[in-house]
């Protein structure tokens, strides 16, 4: 008894559309990563502005508008 052999998937066209469209978006993901995301860009004295920002002098709080002066 010989045996058939089972139909490919990729006879149907619907798996074969959502193949392509699966191979297009990874195709554009992989670009845009490539493009974009290469290397991390640090900026020009990025740890000295982040320790100034954390540890310097507190700002004075701005006065309110509606806060009455004493005379």
Known sequence: ???ANPPSPWRI???RE???ILLIKL???L???AV???EPIVPVNGSERVSERLLGPAQPQPLSLNEEKPR
């Open 1 to 3: 008894m010989p045996q």
């Open 13 to 15: 066209p619907l798996v």
């Open 18 to 20: 959502i193949g392509i």
């Open 27 to 29: 195709a554009t993901l």
């Open 31 to 33: 670009t845009i990563k």
């Open 36 to 38: 974009w995301f290469t």
